[in-house]
């Protein structure tokens, strides 16, 4: 099994800034990508930011120049920098990370996600 936990969301003003954390445990055998998608309330879930075992990263283009990805000096551990929120960025923020369990074996796994208000 493998464990996702999130940390980080909370209540902020527009223009503000969060970082969200994101750990990723258990039966890793190697790590392919890890993410940030989000889900506000009459929308479908989006991807925010993406980052690959080998570094590239990819990203909304509502958040480019603003949000950042980047993993931690931790193995399978990864952040978003979160600079000029909007209001309507509010959502539950999930992290997702896409890994072999063993060699030939993937999936998908997800945090329980952790809110992000942002208010006008």
């Known amino acids: 099994q493998v464990q996702v936990e999130e940390s980080g969301g909370g209540f902020v003003q527009a223009g503000g800034s969060l970082t969200l954390s994101c750990e990723a445990s258990?039966?890793?055998?190697?790590?392919?990508?890890m993410g940030w998608y989000r889900h506000a309330p009459g929308k479908q879930r989006e991807l925010v930011a993406r980052?690959?075992?080998?570094?590239?990263?990819d990203y909304a283009d509502s958040v480019k120049g603003r949000f950042t990805i980047s993993r931690g000096n931790a193995e399978n551990t990864v952040y978003l920098q979160m600079n000029s929120l909007k209001p309507e960025e509010s959502a539950v923020y999930y992290c997702n990370a896409y890994v072999y369990t063993a060699v030939g074996a993937w999936d998908n796994y997800w945090g329980q996600g952790t809110q992000v208000t942002v208010s006008s």
């Open positions: 258990g039966s890793i055998f190697r790590l392919i990508a």
């Open positions: 980052i690959t075992s080998g570094g590239s990263t």
